[in-house]
Each structure stands twice: as structure tokens, then as C-alpha cells.
């Protein structure tokens, strides 16, 4: 059985990778904090910034793909700390996927829709990239690291990523648990992306693997749309008041770094392959068809 090597396997998007892959793969993933208590999947603790280590990890398990979905996220901290942001999301990137090509492995980098300026949406692969923040240009040059790396590499841009995680809260579980406790929430009616559930994001980056060319592709949902109208959506699902949920603009949020005001994505080019992620609404049913709202504990606070 081949093996396939998940980097950020205790991250949302990870784990679930992590665990599908194992349907088809030995999986080894890496982990920070908390030991993960996934079947099948082998874990072991690294941080992406440890470049050498991480190296020595491909090198060892020999794996036929690298799935990399470890990053700094949190957009604010990356303009705070930089010289991190950028170790973990592109400087180390570049690394893995050239010690990927020497053991014949390919490279999946996880990138983000925050890599467009969002003045027009529904970017498509071949649109310039033109980031309004550090992370976005972080994520942007992990692109290019893997890319110049081997043209058989691939890129994945998601947006909005949402689904279960009992780690870490994602928007998703915020709105909704602020929403089950009573608590009012600002959501910013003037972001737009295109909502992406985790689960079905992990099956498509799994077929991706199968897709001969390399390069970019977007794998979104097909929905562009605020974060308002996304949040709305979610509590009304639920059964839950959508009165909790207070529209603002993004001005009135103070945020320490800008973000893209249109960065939905057209998946247009990964469907054309068959691969698709699911709609907002049907994710939203997914989501209310594999547990229920009162049996999720909030980890931690939530931040964009």
C-alpha cells in the first residue's frame, strides 16, 4: 500500500484528509499539541517551520504524495509576525516539495483565495494573483515555491473553509455555537467568498492526485457569498435565531490587516476533471446529517 504523508494533520482540513486518505493509503500525519485519535492514520508530532525535520520526514516515509495543509492562518498575526508567517507558508514550502521530487513523490501545497485582491470574484486559475495582506502574499510565494519545484506539483486554492472540529473553532462552529449560547455576533455583510465544506474539499483534493496535469486549481463551493449571508444561512439551518447574527461592515471591525472584499472562486476547471465541492447548502445538510449541534463543545475562540 502506498503511503500518503499529511502535513497539519490536526488542523480541520488535515484531519479529515488525514482520515479519508486512509480508506485508499497508510497515512502518516504530522500534528502540533494534542496528539489527533484518528484510525489508521499514523501521527507524529512536527511543526512545518522545523524545515530539516520535516524533510527528514518525507525522506523516511517515502510517501507517494505530500499533502500540505499546514499554515499560519490567522491573518491578523501573520502582519504581526512576519519572519514566522513566512517560514511556515512559503519558506518551508519550497523545501518539502524539492525533497518531494527526489523520492518521486507529488506535492499538494493548500493555498487560499486571500491570494486575489478581491475587486472583481469569481477568480478563476488564470487570473493574477495580487494579495492585499501577508498572508495572502505568504501563501502566494508557497504557490510558487511548490510550482518551481516540479510542474507536475499542484496547488489547491479553497475559500472559507467550514466543518466539524472539536480543536479549533472555524466560522462555521462559531456562528452556530455564539448562536445555540444566545450570544450576538458581528458578521461582516462586505467579505465575499465561496464557502467550502472541509469534508468534501478533502475528497477533492484526494482526486486531484489522479488529475496527470499539474498547477493550480481552485476547489470551492460553487456559492459566492458574504459572510452575513453565510452565517444567516447556517443559524436558519439549524433552527436557531437568525437575530444573533448582527450584519456589519468591515470597517467597523478595526482589523489590523485588510482582506479581499470579492474572493469567491470558479471552480470551473477542477469540475471539468469531475471534481467538485458541495454547494453551501448541501455542506450545511451534510454538516447537520453527520452530528447534531448539541453534542459539539466549543473549543476556543474563534479567529478569522
Excluded at 35 to 46: C, R
Excluded at 94 to 100: C, I, K, M, Q
Excluded at 175 to 194: H, M, Q, Y
Excluded at 219 to 234: E, I, K, N, Q, T
Aim: hydrophobic letters at 40%; charged letters at 25%.
Amino acid at each position: 500500500m502506498e503511503t500518503l504523508l499529511v502535513l497539519g494533520g490536526s488542523g480541520l482540513l488535515g484531519g479529515k484528509v488525514a482520515a479519508l486518505g486512509s480508506e485508499s493509503f497508510k497515512v502518516v500525519a504530522t500534528h502540533r499539541g494534542a496528539k489527533p485519535k484518528i484510525p489508521g492514520v499514523d501521527f507524529v508530532e512536527l511543526s512545518k517551520e522545523h524545515v530539516e525535520e520535516g524533510m527528514a520526514l518525507v525522506r523516511k516515509t517515502k510517501p507517494s504524495a505530500v499533502i500540505d495543509t499546514a499554515a499560519m492562518h490567522n491573518v491578523d498575526r501573520c502582519e504581526e509576525e512576519r519572519d514566522l508567517a513566512w517560514q511556515v507558508n512559503a519558506g518551508s514550502t519550497g523545501s518539502l516539495a524539492r525533497v518531494a521530487i527526489d523520492i518521486g513523490a507529488r506535492y499538494v501545497f493548500v493555498s487560499t483565495d486571500f491570494v486575489f485582491d478581491g475587486r472583481k470574484g469569481h477568480y478563476r486559475e488564470q487570473d493574477v494573483p495580487r494579495p492585499v495582506n501577508y498572508y495572502g502574499e505568504t501563501k502566494l510565494a508557497g504557490e510558487h515555491a511548490t510550482l518551481a519545484a516540479s510542474g507536475d506539483h499542484l496547488v489547491a486554492r479553497p475559500s472559507v473553509i467550514y466543518g466539524w472540529d472539536d480543536t479549533r473553532l472555524n466560522f462555521a462552529t462559531w456562528v452556530l455555537s455564539s448562536a445555540r449560547e444566545g450570544k450576538p455576533i458581528n458578521v461582516v455583510t462586505d467579505w465575499i467568498g465561496s464557502p467550502t465544506f472541509a469534508d468534501s474539499l478533502a475528497a477533492g483534493i484526494l482526486q486531484l492526485l489522479k488529475v496527470p496535469d499539474g498547477g493550480v486549481y481552485h476547489l470551492a463551493g460553487a456559492d459566492g457569498m458574504s459572510r452575513y449571508d453565510f452565517a444567516v444561512r447556517l443559524v436558519n439551518a439549524f433552527g436557531l435565531d437568525p437575530a444573533m447574527v448582527k450584519p456589519v461592515r468591515s470597517a467597523d471591525l478595526h482589523m489590523k490587516a485588510p482582506r479581499p472584499a470579492d474572493s469567491s472562486l470558479s471552480s470551473a476547471k477542477a469540475k471539468r476533471h469531475r471534481i467538485a465541492v458541495l454547494p453551501a447548502d448541501e455542506g450545511i445538510e451534510a454538516m447537520k446529517e453527520q452530528r447534531s449541534l448539541d453534542s459539539f463543545v466549543p473549543p476556543a475562540r474563534f479567529k478569522s
